[in-house]
Structure formats: structure tokens, C-alpha cells
């Protein structure tokens, strides 16, 4: 009985070790990204909007829920929106088509993916017939990039991000592709 002894101490000891060396690989296990289709971004965009703005204290505009589409081309995300805005002053009303596109980027501090980089590619009014309708949309557009740029459009659920922080994992680099928007996991740094 005793020439046993000591194999079973070594089996129990590279059980031990085993044990604790899987503990420590959890982190390697773990998925290495997150991936969001535009279904997953759009519903998180349909908990924001639609919103109401006051833009230059002139302006009151409604935006309505944005429709995504993902230009892995491009490494950016489109989106078209229909918005409506009252001038205050004037009582001039305005109804329009916004499309744009943005590069994203992880907020750390508070696990958001953000816009960032946004870029009009067209914003039509409705109306026609007004004289200042071009005006109107040079002065939208511009408006429209310095609004939407750093929008949050999705937020980390806090028991996910809580999972990523036990496994030593936290959401890194941004890249848009044709499966979804792929965030990269990378290691905490200690």
C-alpha cells in the first residue's frame, strides 16, 4: 500500500496543478471579440430614439429612429434618418432625409461604442420651393455632423462587462465588417 502513496500524491499534485492552470487559462478561452449585427444595433438605437433637440437655441429637431447599414468597405457604419425641425424665431418648419456615415470607436470609461468621424453624405429637405433650401441643408449638414459625432449607440450591459473584467478581458479596437461591428477583446493591463 505505501508504494502507492507517493503516485498518488503526484497525480493529486498535477491534479492541483491542472486545476489551477485552467482557472488561469479561463482568460484564453474566452471569446477574444464581441460581434453586433446591424439587428443588435439597431435595437439598441431604438431604446435612444426617437430624440428631441435644441440646436443653437434656434432650432427645435426630431429625429427619428435611424436604419443602419454596414459599409465594411469603408470600415464604417451608415445610417439614413428622417428628421423634422422648427425654426424658433421664424416659425419656419422643415421635414428631411438625412444619410451619414461614421467610424466607431469604444468609449472605456463608460462601455459605450460611439460614433466618431461622422461624415454627411447627403441631408434633402422636403420642401422645394424655399429660396434658402440650400442653405438650409449646408447649414443641417454641418449641424447634423457636429451633433451626431461621439452619439453613443450602444452600451456594454453591465453583467457583461463585469464577465469580460473576471475573465481579464476588456473591449479594445472597433472594425466594421460584413459579419457586423466586431470589438476586439484585449487583456486588462495589471
Keep these: 500500500m505505501s508504494e502507492f502513496r507517493p ?7 498535477a ?3 491542472a486545476a489551477c492552470g485552467l482557472a488561469g487559462c479561463a ?3 474566452a471569446p477574444r471579440r464581441i ?3 446591424e439587428g443588435d444595433i439597431e435595437r439598441a438605437l431604438e431604446r435612444r430614439f426617437p430624440q428631441d433637440r435644441r440646436l443653437l437655441d434656434i432650432f427645435d429637431v426630431h429625429i427619428a429612429t435611424p436604419q443602419v ?3 465594411p468597405g469603408r470600415d464604417r457604419l451608415a445610417a439614413v434618418v428622417d428628421l423634422s425641425a422648427r425654426d424658433r424665431l421664424l ?3 422643415w421635414q428631411g432625409r438625412l444619410s451619414f456615415s461614421s467610424q466607431l470607436r469604444w468609449q472605456a470609461d463608460d462601455g459605450s461604442l460611439r460614433l466618431s468621424q461622422v461624415r454627411v453624405d447627403d441631408l434633402a429637405l422636403v420642401d422645394p420651393a424655399s429660396p434658402l433650401r440650400s442653405a438650409g441643408e449646408r447649414l443641417g449638414a454641418a449641424l447634423a455632423e457636429r451633433v451626431l459625432e461621439d452619439e ?3 452600451r456594454l450591459p453591465p453583467d457583461k462587462a463585469e464577465q469580460l473584467r473576471r475573465a481579464g478581458l476588456k473591449p479594445g479596437g472597433v472594425q466594421v465588417t460584413a459579419a457586423g ?3 476586439d477583446l484585449v487583456p486588462l493591463q495589471p
Excluded at 7 to 13: K, L, N, P, Q, T
Design 27 to 29: 482568460a484564453l478561452l
Design 181 to 183: 461591428v466586431v470589438v
Design 35 to 37: 460581434t453586433l449585427s
Design 152 to 154: 453613443p449607440i450602444y
Design 69 to 71: 447599414r454596414l459599409d
Design 15 to 17: 491534479a492541483l496543478l
Design 7 to 13: 503516485a498518488r500524491r503526484r497525480y493529486a499534485g
Design 91 to 93: 416659425g419656419g418648419r
